[in-house]
């Protein structure tokens, strides 16, 4: 699996837009890239994810180069209870396969500040 | 929304006593995974299931430990024997509705296990 890198650490200021970056530039073409997150000692939650174009949900939007090297996950008005450790994983998703498990690295503790 | 339920939300055992973790995974999910989680430390990936059998294990997935889908709602792990290094938050997860990937996992909120 291709590795990722993440910040330690962000700040945001409640309501504004948090992007959170993610580089993972040896990426394959037929990986994924999956966001979630941890809020305390919590189960990790998914939040979005996406191959090549760019998604939208109710929770965040996911941008992704063209190269596909890099993404950046938004929140866009973050509150006090986004604060959590941020997430990104880049997976092979298949067909039929059973396995396709996630491999977390440290991630990213972002702080949403009042 | 349906969710991925743990029971115990905490388990307190002696060194080398048997313990099993329950979860109830999403109705109609085809895929279930375990991960731990030591205090401070990254979410490790233990073992995925699918069609009820094992379809990969990391090497921390020792012959202590065994997966079991005893009914067409549980999922559970089972540790043999367990010892102080096992302590840890303990989540399961579930994908996969249809024989398709590219779905995402959804996690319980877990189980602590503390062994003394």
């Known amino acids: 699996d291709a590795k990722t890198t993440q910040p330690p650490s962000m700040d945001c200021a409640e309501g504004r837009a948090a992007n959170l970056p993610c580089n993972h530039s040896?990426?394959?073409?037929?990986?994924?890239v999956y966001w979630y997150r941890q809020i305390h000692s919590q189960g990790p939650q998914y939040i979005i994810h996406g191959l090549k174009n760019n998604e939208t949900n109710e929770m965040a939007s996911l941008i992704i180069t063209e190269d596909r090297k890099s993404s950046t996950l938004i929140l866009p008005h973050a509150t006090l209870r986004d604060t959590a450790v941020y997430y990104c994983i880049v997976r092979v998703m298949g067909v039929g396969t059973g396995a396709n498990n996630l491999f977390f690295g440290t991630g990213t503790r972002l702080t949403v500040i009042p | 929304e349906p969710e991925v339920t743990q029971t115990p939300s905490h388990q307190v055992t002696q060194m080398g006593q048997e313990v099993i973790l329950r979860c109830v995974p999403i109705?109609?999910?085809?895929?279930f995974y375990w991960y731990r989680q030591i205090l401070g430390q990254k979410v490790e990936f233990l073992v995925s299931f699918y069609n009820n059998e094992i379809s990969e294990k990391s090497e921390i997935f020792d012959d202590q430990f065994s997966v079991e889908r005893p009914d067409g709602s549980n999922f559970t792990l089972k540790i043999r024997s367990t010892k102080l290094e096992d302590s840890a938050m303990y989540f399961c997860a579930s994908a996969g509705d249809r024989h398709s990937g590219n779905q995402p996992q959804h996690f319980g909120d877990g189980t602590r296990l503390s062994i003394l």
């Open positions: 109705s109609n999910h085809l895929y």
């Open positions: 040896t990426i394959s073409g037929n990986e994924y």
